[in-house]
Structure formats: C-alpha cells, structure tokens
C-alpha cells in the first residue's frame, strides 16, 4: 500500500483535508487547518502547513502511534526521521553543497517549519482542552531585537517576543544570492511575452516577490501615477513606486495580450485549457526553468531577480530604511543583509569616514 493510499492530503471547496485509510485517526489536523483559514491565514501557508502536518501522520502511522499519545520523545524521533530523509529526485549523498551538507536532505528551515506546524497543531487541542499536555517544549524568546530595541531607543516599536521551542534546528543565516547585471540582462532578454517581461520587471526593478506580483489585481497597479499596491506577507499592504519602463511592459500586457477574463487577478494563463485563469506559481516556476535551461543562467529563479534588486540599491547607498520599505521587510536586520553584497559600496563609505575623522583631527 503506497503513502498515498494510506495518508494524503487533498483540497475539497477550499479548505484541506486529510484522505485515505487512516485519515480518520487524525481528524484535528482537519480541524486546525481550518482554524488556520478562520484566523484569515495565507491560503499557502495553511497549504505547507497541512503538507508538513501529512509528513507527521504518516510518520506516526509508520510508528502505529495516535496524536492523543504523542511525547518529546515521539517528537525526537520525527525530527531524527527527518534529518536523516533523503529526497527523490535530488543528486546522492556523494554531493555536497558549498557549506558541505549532503544535497539529497531536508534543509534546517524546512525541518523548522514542520516543527512549528506540529507546535500550532497542539496548541491548538490546547485551547479546546486546557488540561492537554502540549509535547512541544517551550524555549528561550526569539531573539529578533535590534541593538537600538534592545537599549531602550526604539522601545515604542517593540513587540513581545514569541518563545521558539528547544528542539528546533540552528539555521545558518546565508547572504542573499543577486545575479550579476549581464546573468539578469540575459535571463530578462529571453523572455517574449509581454506578461512575462512584466513580472520580471515588477520582482527585478521594483523587488517584488513572486507570491506578490502574482497576487496583484489590475486596480493595484496605478500606471499613470506609477505606483503599486502590494500585499505582503501577513496580509501586509505596502506603496511600491513602479518603474517607468516597467509600466510601460505593464500597460502594453494589458491593451495587447492580457486574455479576456472575469478574474481581477492582473497576470492571467495566456493559452492552453486555463487560459484566463490566475497565473500560479507552479506555473511561474516552469516559465523561468525553460529560461534558465535556455540561457544558460543557472541562477536565474524568481527570488534572484528581488535579491538583484536589494543589492543594487545597497550599491547605490540608499537608505536601509528606505530599502525596508520597498522590500516590505519586517524587519531592518533582515535588509541590512543586502550591504554585505556590497562591499565596495562598504569600503568607500568606509574611506569616507576615515578623510572625515582625519579632517577633525587636523
């Protein structure tokens, strides 16, 4: 009997529910996916969470054991299982990635997230039954404070910290990859569709994430007063100005190639049976892998062209908290990444620095 047969998750009149055999032994997992929904969650993120959740149960059918008689220690071993997990598909343990871990295994953050699932998923039987046990220990708070939260100077933006479980993984914070301008001027070069140049220029010269350019409705672009209404994560909305040459690509799209549709969704299918439909974000991926393949720019994913566009800005010296807002990051931290990709831009700010002290010195 396949994985399949016995557990897997299925989306009925949207919401997602868990079918097969043994489906009925984890019917709170039904229940928690659609509280998420209730508490207007992103339809993506109850998605990852529901598939996280699968992985959980069907590791627990393998173990013959019930959600009810969960422990720390079943919780150990699952995240033991996945660890040592291999994914299909993926070049085998003799290939190691640059920080020199097997590229056929589970990532830390992928392995993080499930575990945070699990965690939302008792928590949740918590609130519906004070005296269950949650298996999932608490740890230390989230230390997510800048210097200036922490001192006191910033103290009216400082939110309470969640505390983050024990068992979660450390996670290595890596520097966001940009591409070089000549890898981004071929990859946006091959493009041939009006709809397609426009989506990379939204994600390359206005760093929109893919998610956010594909949420876009034809109201939230502002073509004449170039501006963009852009809902981020957590349903945060944020002003984004839109690129001149990028409105232009947009207002051709949209007299010349845009389909007919009811749908308000501004990036539609443009052939096949779901022509007129949303565009999805599988859909978005098999555009930019045929390009890729194409071109030669093995690099070129749909995040890059947002991460080009940070470390353009970084490079030009703008403001880090200008560069927060057109990113839409939460947090300055997360932003202050993109001047590490640019040390020249470091350096001379550096050199500066320096001429000034030695002029006061004189």
């Known amino acids: ?45 109850v998605r990852s969470y529901g598939y996280d959740l699968l992985a959980f149960c069907r590791w ?31 070049p085998g343990p003799n290939v ?14 992928t392995i993080n997230r499930r575990l945070a699932a699990i965690s939302g998923l008792f928590t949740y039987a918590g609130l519906r039954d004070p005296a269950r046990r949650n298996p999932v220990p608490r740890g230390r708070e989230a230390r997510w404070r800048t210097s200036g939260e922490r001192s006191g100077m910033l103290a009216h933006m400082v939110r309470r910290p969640a505390a983050r ?13 940009a591409l070089s301008p000549q890898d981004a001027a071929t990859l946006v070069g091959s493009l041939r569709t009006w709809r397609d140049r426009a989506i990379a220029g939204l994600m390359l010269w206005c760093g929109l994430r893919s998610m956010e350019v594909l949420g876009l409705h034809v109201k939230d672009v502002d073509i004449g007063g170039r501006w963009i209404t852009v809902t981020g994560k957590g349903a945060k909305q944020r002003r984004v100005p839109l690129d001149a040459d990028v409105a232009s690509v947009i207002d051709v799209y949209l007299l010349a190639e845009r389909p007919e549709s009811g749908s308000e969704i501004l990036f539609l299918v443009g052939k096949g049976p779901h022509r ?13 892998r045929y390009h890729r393949g194409l071109t030669g720019v093995t690099g070129g994913h749909p995040h890059a062209l947002r991460h080009t566009f940070g470390t353009v800005l970084a490079e030009a ?40 002290i030695r002029a006061q010195q004189r």
């Open 317 to 356: 010296g703008v403001d880090l908290a200008v560069m927060q807002a057109l990113l839409g990051h939460a947090h300055v931290d997360t932003t202050a990444r993109y001047v590490h990709l640019a040390p020249a831009h470091v350096k001379a700010q550096f050199d500066a620095a320096r001429e000034r």
């Open 1 to 45: 009997m396949t994985d399949k047969e016995v557990l897997r998750l299925e989306q009925r009149d949207g919401e997602w529910v868990l079918a097969g055999e043994h489906a009925p032994r984890f019917g709170l997992v039904e229940e928690y996916l659609a509280h998420l929904l209730d508490r207007n969650y992103s339809p993506a993120t």
């Open 165 to 177: 479980s024990a068992l979660r993984l450390r996670e290595p914070r890596r520097l966001p990859v």
């Open 96 to 109: 190691v990635g640059m920080d020199g871990r097997p590229l056929d295994r589970y990532a830390a953050t």
């Open 60 to 90: 627990l059918t393998g173990q013959d054991r019930l959600l009810e008689e969960v422990t720390t220690d079943d919780l150990l071993g699952f995240l033991r299982a996945c660890r040592e997990a291999t994914l299909p598909g993926r």
């Open 276 to 288: 007129g439909g949303p565009l999805t974000a599988a859909g978005l991926r098999t555009v930019f």
